[in-house]
């Protein structure tokens, strides 16, 4: 059998809602026939940086970085992500990368950011299915 494609993706997320990512993850671990390397920091793998206190311009550097290695960005559409600047800096980024966004609706979530919804190449529901073909079809 012939190994699979290895996408490269980027989550965008915020680390207070560190449980949302994790099950994204688990999605995308367990669907079928689906490979891809993470290229996102979450909290369990934050950012390099080279001190401890880094500046703004060095964590936008080190995201900036992640984003370029990723063909695709995929983004928690909740409402929180209004109130979160580093979500805004690597959906801003990624668009000027000329990556595309996958922007997925939180189960049960029915409202999402206007300003996600405008950026999004796609927008799908909280479903394995939905979110691997959409990745497909973007990337």
Known sequence: MPSLYDYRIFISHAWEYGDEYMRLVQLLDQAPNF???NYSAPKERPLELTSGRASKSEIQR???NKIGKAQIELVLG???ADYHD???YEVDEAKRMGKP???IKPWGQTMIPRYLQDVADDIVGWNTDSIVS???RLV
């Open 62 to 64: 080190a995201i900036s």
């Open 78 to 80: 909740g409402m929180y």
């Open 35 to 37: 490979s891809y390397y």
């Open 101 to 103: 966004i996958l922007l």
């Open 86 to 88: 580093w979500m805004q």
């Open 134 to 136: 959409a990745i497909r």
